[in-house]
């Protein structure tokens, strides 16, 4: 297939060109013609955000180290791009080598957040393929979606192919090694490549499910329809962390994270009950120092970065962070700046911050998510009044100038008393920092609004009312005001698009194209977001946005992503669910007695000792390391 040619024209009527040029330093090129599976993986947003996903590059890596498949990138062109591509009849093409993605096996997106929906059906519109996956055929590529934005799946159904559940590290391989003997096979009817792949451990094919309503709209079930396949299919999960990405591409422009990128740890268990993250990223696995050590220096090595950030759900809660933090700086003094990205609001934290802290001390960042300790207790946010006051004395007296707090408003079971309890702390807070500093101590504010996620103790709780979300945002601003903190906060009109698309079925397929045809692009971004747009698209597919908002489910009722096991037993979230409204806590099992929340085959060090394995696959067929449920059957395409 021939590249594209003479986008350079292109080029020079866009902002920021070096988002569509390619190039990059550590970017990986290969032989079209010598490959014989070619992979494009595309962040449906913005290059200067999608190049900061740490997921995408692994991926990336894994796919090009592998003899005669080819992965290269693509990303959402802004909408200067955009015009300028639909108005000369440019299709949407690769950085590596300006090959069109129609042109590929296989079209992979990572979905982080409900926000890039419409981005994905414009890219593929963009890429002259139908938008729908029923129009497509064998001559396409197999559209893929992954990520955590993935395992609530059925609102994109209309769209993708297939869905990788989990983490994509093993199943990639997986996928990839099967087009490779379905392309070597004569490829064949579509639809019988699908149920081959639905075979595979962690992958989720749509079509091959049918969802049944009740007479009020809600779900009644989402049931397989080809033999075989199971009723829940299963999030995959890797056994250790892979190795770390030491070859990441270095951009020719400022990312949202320009820096280097060390996975630490993946997964929390501090059981927060409104955190998705939390739940879906289970078992918690920890990368060891020596790692973290060898793959800093190759990645200085290989990037020329000075700033390392050390990624993880809660970075201080590594078991051994210390040792991390004192070989890094053993090895690269000052020389490093080191950045945690998550930390927990006590002390120890603070003297994680200040061990890691080389250039002056600005800013340190917590997130105590409520205003009130009886918020935070029914919320399983195990954090004190007096371990923020501590916290914020240490970050202070040891040179530290700027706090940041971050809060949710509209949580469940949340009074007024929780409201006024925000300010009482950011009062406090810098009460603290200008008996440290003087005028020089600054306290800022941020909150964002609370939304019910799927998979969370909190898919029981709804969306509170934007009317109500405005009053308590403009009593902050007003009071923050007077007491001489800075407050930023997020728009409520804007978060029930979010509610809407995050808690969605089926149905809400018809809503997301109509408002793409309607101009829906970008809808993160505060400049393209339009709520009466989608308001009609909403209307148009029949559907109203307070019935996925604002409607409370049953206990027992199923949700549209209930046919998701993400290994975490239903169960246990409805447990937490109750305590909550009892306002009781649940201990965090990583250093308590195993909670028993369900997920198997998990790290040795975290359950296997606490909760005999056979106890939670009783019953469950054999799951064979290589990720197969049925190996024998996958190139059987008869």
């Known amino acids: 297939m021939p590249a594209l040619h003479g986008l350079e024209s292109l080029f020079a009527r866009v902002q920021k060109p070096a988002r569509y040029t390619g190039g990059e330093w550590n970017s990986v090129v290969k032989d079209w013609d010598g490959c014989d599976v070619r992979v494009v993986l595309a962040y449906p947003d913005l290059y200067d955000i999608g190049m900061s996903n740490l997921g995408l590059g692994i991926l990336y890596d894994i796919i090009n180290r592998r003899e005669g498949m080819l992965a290269e990138r693509v990303f959402a062109p ?143 079930s989402v049931t397989p329809t080809l033999e075989g396949l199971p009723a829940r299919v299963t999030k995959r999960f890797v056994q250790e962390l892979p190795p770390t990405l030491t070859t990441p591409i270095v951009p020719f422009l400022q990312t949202v994270h320009d820096r280097m990128a060390i996975e630490i740890q993946r997964g929390c268990t501090q059981g927060c009950r409104f955190c998705q993250a939390g739940i879906i990223y289970r078992p918690r696995l920890e990368r060891s120092p020596e790692e973290v050590l060898e793959a800093a220096i190759a990645l200085q090595r290989n990037t020329g970065y000075d700033e390392l950030s050390l990624v993880s759900l809660s970075t201080t809660d590594h078991s051994r962070i210390i040792p991390i933090v004192d070989g890094l700086r053993e090895q690269f003094g000052d020389k490093l700046t080191i950045s945690l990205p998550s930390m927990r609001v006590d002390s120890f934290s603070v003297r994680v911050a200040e061990a890691v802290a080389t250039r002056g001390k600005h800013s340190i960042t917590f997130a105590p998510e409520a205003g009130t300790e009886r918020l935070r207790m029914t919320i399983n946010k195990i954090v004190t009044d007096d371990n923020l006051y501590e916290a914020a004395e240490n970050a202070f007296s040891q040179g530290w100038t700027n706090v940041k707090m971050y809060f949710m408003v509209g949580q469940p079971t949340e009074t007024h008393e929780d409201i006024e309890g925000i300010v009482t702390l950011a009062r406090k807070v810098r009460e603290i920092g200008r008996k440290r500093h003087g005028g020089r101590a600054r306290v800022r504010v941020s909150t964002s609004n609370f939304i019910p996620k799927a998979h969370t103790p909190f898919q029981w709780a709804v969306q509170e009312q934007p009317d109500i979300l405005h009053q308590r945002h403009m009593y902050l601003r007003d009071a923050l005001k007077k007491s001489g903190v800075a407050f930023t906060w997020e728009d409520p009109e804007h978060s029930v698009l979010e509610a809407v698309l995050s808690r969605g079925d089926r149905r809400l397929g018809k809503a997301i194209y109509n408002a793409w045809e309607d101009g829906a692009r970008f809808d993160a971004w505060h400049e393209h977001y339009n709520w009466p747009r989608w308001q009609r698209a909403m209307a148009k597919a029949d559907l109203d946005p307070a019935f996925f908002a604002y409607r409370s489910p049953g206990l027992w009722d199923p949700f549209p992503w209930s046919h998701i096991n993400i290994g975490v037993t239903e169960s246990y979230l409805r447990a937490e669910w109750l305590r909550t409204l009892k306002h009781q806590q649940t201990a965090d099992c990583h250093k308590e007695p195993c909670n028993v929340c369900g997920v198997q085959n998990q790290n040795a060090d975290d359950c296997l000792n606490r909760l005999d394995l056979r106890l939670a696959t009783k019953g469950k067929p054999p799951i064979e390391r290589k990720g197969l449920i049925a190996p024998i059957e996958m190139f059987s395409l008869t």
């Open 78 to 220: 802004w909408s200067d791009m955009e015009d300028a591509m639909r108005a000369e009849g440019v299709p949407l093409w690769s950085l590596e080598t300006r090959h069109r993605v129609r042109d590929f096996d296989v079209l992979g997106f990572s979905l982080s957040y409900e926000g890039t929906y419409t981005n994905i059906l414009n890219m593929l519109d963009l890429a002259g393929l139908p938008v729908k996956a029923e129009e497509r055929t064998d001559a396409h590529p197999l559209v893929i979606c992954g990520g955590s934005g993935a395992l609530n799946p059925d609102a994109l159904a209309d769209f993708v192919d297939v869905f990788v559940l989990g983490d994509g590290e093993e199943t990639i391989v997986d996928v990839v090694d099967f087009v490779r003997e379905w392309k070597r096979q004569g490829r064949g009817n579509r639809d019988q490549m699908l149920a081959q792949l639905a075979k595979i451990w962690g992958i989720y094919v749509p079509r091959f499910y049918k969802p049944e309503y009740n007479a009020d709209g809600s779900i009644k």
